[in-house]
């Protein structure tokens, strides 16, 4: 596209020059084209832009193609639009050069300012307000005067029998309400299992995926448990290699991060393994409830309950603000994990406990995930038809499930891109930050990108930006 200035001395005080040019259309590249000028300083904070009707002329484009820029960078946080004022550069906008800080694999949040594509978040618009409102609302009318009162270390009894139900309809886990303990999420579970010092309910060594969180593996060392490596292929784990591990932590379902499930004989193989050591899987249910081209991978807790802990949270199916996760226990550790988390344990909130009892048992949480999957899925096809498009050399696995994909980059490439990606305004995630530290796999070089993480209407500009910094 022509690079072009735009004579609006009378609205902004000066002449704009703005480049359009790359790919996705003329709007993306006004976009584009204006959030370089504001992260340059060339507009400054309190700027008022030109109205939709002159800048549209002056660039030679539809005045919907303005109007829609400008929505999409006041919905991002560079701009600012209220009637009577027209549009100008918000005034908490800094240089990028000022915002962004520290290594690569550790890009700031985007509070606005950032194409937030880091994997670990849903898209929190789409929080579920009314419905959820309506569940918590019923429960307090509903709720006994005790619930206000010390709780159970086990977790609400009314939630505990709504994910019985539950999760033995949508993931085939087997349990009864008193084999599960409410906890605040998959992180607080393991610090209830391991402890601190190695006085944990369960002891290391522990085995672990060869790609996996690293913050989970920091909370193990913290704990004093070592972790052992574990290769991944297309099957998964290479489970056939444990040894004498007490024990195992996997994401059966949909491996973090590389993707795929746990292939069946892998499955029967490691629990085998387990009975035939006495010791224990723990199933990282991780993105079990978003499939989009396979039949749904039943949890592994199903095929042996006294040999798997099952461990799930709503951190991905509805937010990470709720604080809400379970731990669906063999019976031999049930009493232990209760002990560990004492009488006076920092619990779950009761009422959110309640409510999101309420939410499950009466169908809106099944809803809720449903109209969440046709939009992941959406979000899932429109980033492979985004780089068929533009980035055709760019392969992308993992995307049979999940809130992620990996893309496969050429070799050498990962860091570079990386830091690149930072330069111009998105947040992403090399593979390479995921793999064990002392493990000698290599993966290859990749990107792991969370297409859910932007809000609908920033997504497509999310898109457009990604294109923009592959190789």
């Given amino acids: 596209m022509e690079e072009s200035w735009v004579n609006s001395a009378e609205r902004i005080g000066a002449d704009l020059h703005l480049e359009l040019s790359g790919p996705g259309g003329r709007r993306a590249a006004l976009i584009r084209a204006l959030r370089d000028a504001v992260r340059g300083g060339r507009l400054a904070p309190g700027t008022r832009l030109p109205p939709y009707r002159s800048l549209a002329a002056d660039l030679?484009?539809?005045?919907?193609?303005?109007?829609?820029?400008?929505?999409?960078?006041?919905?991002?946080?560079?701009?600012?639009?209220?009637?009577?004022?027209?549009?100008?550069?918000?005034?908490?906008?800094?240089?990028?050069?000022?915002?962004?800080?520290?290594?690569?694999?550790?890009?700031?949040?985007?509070?606005?300012?950032?194409?937030?594509?880091?994997?670990?978040?849903?898209?929190?618009?789409?929080?579920?307000?009314?419905?959820?409102?309506?569940?918590?609302?019923?429960?307090?009318?509903?709720?006994?005067?005790?619930?206000?009162?010390?709780?159970?270390?086990?977790?609400?009894?009314?939630?505990?029998?709504?994910?019985?139900?539950?999760?033995?309809?949508?993931?085939?886990?087997?349990?009864?309400?008193?084999?599960?303990?409410?906890?605040?999420?998959?992180?607080?579970?393991?610090?209830?299992?391991?402890?601190?010092?190695?006085?944990?309910?369960?002891?290391?060594?522990?085995?672990?995926?060869?790609?996996?969180?690293?913050?989970?593996?920091?909370?193990?060392?913290?704990?004093?448990v070592r972790t052992v490596a574990l290769p991944l292929d297309e099957d998964g784990a290479r489970v056939d290699l444990l040894g004498r591990e007490r024990g195992v932590l996997l994401t059966p379902a949909h491996q973090f991060p590389t993707g795929g499930p746990l292939h069946a004989t892998r499955r029967a193989a490691v629990l085998d393994w387990a009975r035939a050591r006495g010791t224990v899987v723990l199933e990282d249910d991780y993105d079990g409830e978003f499939r989009y081209d396979r039949r749904p991978v039943g949890a592994l807790q199903g095929l042996d309950p006294e040999h798997v802990i099952h461990l799930g949270s709503v951190s991905k199916s509805l937010s990470p603000a709720l604080r809400l996760g379970w731990m669906v226990l063999p019976q031999r550790y049930v009493g232990a994990v209760l002990a560990a988390k004492g009488d006076r344990e920092a619990w779950a909130s009761v009422p959110d406990q309640l409510g999101l009892a309420d939410f499950i048992a009466s169908g809106a949480y099944d809803r809720h995930v449903r109209r969440m999957r046709q939009r992941y899925r959406g979000r899932r096809d429109r980033l492979v038809a985004a780089l068929a498009e533009h980035a055709q050399p760019v392969a992308v696995t993992g995307v049979a499930a999940g809130l992620h994909a990996v893309l496969r980059l050429p070799p050498g490439t990962e860091r570079t891109t990386v830091e690149r990606a930072v330069r111009q305004g998105v947040a992403l995630d090399g593979l390479a930050a995921f793999r064990h530290p002392e493990t000698a796999m290599e993966a290859g070089d990749g990107l792991v990108v969370g297409y859910a993480t932007p809000s609908e209407h920033a997504y497509g500009a999310a898109l457009d930006a990604l294109c923009g910094v592959l190789p």
């Avoid at 307090?140 to 086990?154: C, H, M, S, T, Y």
Wanted: aromatic share 6%; charged share 20%; with cysteine.
């Fill in 60 to 224: 030679g484009v539809a005045r919907n193609t303005v109007a829609d820029a400008y929505a999409e960078l006041v919905a991002e946080g560079w701009l600012t639009a209220r009637q009577g004022s027209g549009t100008r550069v918000a005034d908490r906008v800094e240089p990028l050069r000022h915002a962004v800080r520290g290594p690569v694999e550790a890009a700031p949040h985007a509070h606005g300012r950032l194409h937030d594509l880091r994997q670990g978040s849903p898209d929190v618009s789409a929080f579920p307000r009314a419905a959820w409102l309506a569940s918590y609302r019923r429960a307090l009318q509903q709720a006994p005067n005790e619930v206000f009162g010390p709780g159970d270390p086990a977790g609400r009894r009314e939630l505990r029998e709504a994910l019985t139900a539950y999760l033995a309809r949508a993931r085939g886990v087997r349990t009864e309400p008193d084999r599960i303990v409410i906890c605040s999420g998959f992180a607080h579970a393991l610090r209830l299992l391991f402890g601190q010092g190695g006085g944990g309910v369960l002891r290391g060594p522990l085995a672990v995926e060869a790609y996996g969180l690293g913050f989970h593996r920091e909370l193990l060392a913290a704990a004093g």
